[in-house]
T-cell receptor
């Protein structure tokens, strides 16, 4: 149980385009979802926290107009990287919490974004 | 400030040996969690230890927590090649350390 999927697993795009990444909880309802980015051999950095039906809370230094997060349902959150640039190339990972367990995060497999 | 600093940054051992990784954090916590990440993959939750717990076991994993020193350790006993991965600690403040890269050689 508690499986989180991400789609796509990898994406290559041209500079200036927008890219949408989906995060789904497959067998549970995720009241809260988190988005992280990870650079090679680095740690995960929390970008934002999203609760279903409300606006995402962004961490300091993360541009909310650049990284649009939508948590429209209890099983789906999307991250859209708008007008992507090469420096946005990274590994993006989402995680989710169930409504009953507020301590454990279940992580998706990640999406590797390469902006040319 | 960054919480969840692991050491060592890298650890290379032989199969069958034990591996110990340490994690320090800066502020008070409710719990601390350890995760593993295989190269280019998502994170797998290993174990959670609460602030009122001192030690916890799960299979070949043993986690300790010393809230007075703001530190935790993860011990993997009788390591296997399949344990090769990066290991991260994270507090309930959702901040991860840089991780320890563990290489277990056959």
């Amino acid at each position: 149980g508690a499986v989180v999927s991400q789609h796509p697993s990898w994406v290559i795009c041209k500079s200036g385009t927008s890219v949408k990444i989906e995060c789904r909880s497959l067998d549970f309802q995720a009241t809260t979802m988190f988005w992280y980015r990870q650079f090679p051999k680095q740690s995960l950095m929390l970008m934002a926290t999203s609760n279903e039906g409300s606006k995402a809370t962004y961490e300091q230094g993360v541009e909310k107009d650049k990284f649009l997060i939508n948590h429209a349902s209890l099983t789906l959150s999307t991250l859209t990287v708008t007008s992507a640039h090469p420096e946005d190339s990274s590994f993006y990972i989402c995680s989710a919490r169930t409504g009953t367990d507020q301590e454990t995060q279940y992580f998706g497999p990640g999406t590797r974004l390469l902006v040319l | 400030s960054q919480q969840g600093e692991e050491d060592p940054q890298a650890l290379s051992i032989q199969e069958g040996e034990n591996a110990t990784m340490n994690c320090s954090y800066k502020t008070s916590i409710n719990n601390l969690q350890w995760y593993r990440q295989n190269s280019g993959r998502g994170l797998v939750h290993l174990i959670l230890i609460r602030s009122n717990e001192r030690e916890k076991h799960s299979g070949r994993l043993r986690v300790t927590l010393d809230t007075s020193k703001k530190s935790s350790s993860l011990l993997i006993t009788a390591s296997r090649a399949a344990d090769t991965a990066s290991y991260f600690c994270a507090t309930d403040h959702l901040t991860f350390g840089k991780g320890t890269m563990l290489l277990v050689s056959p």
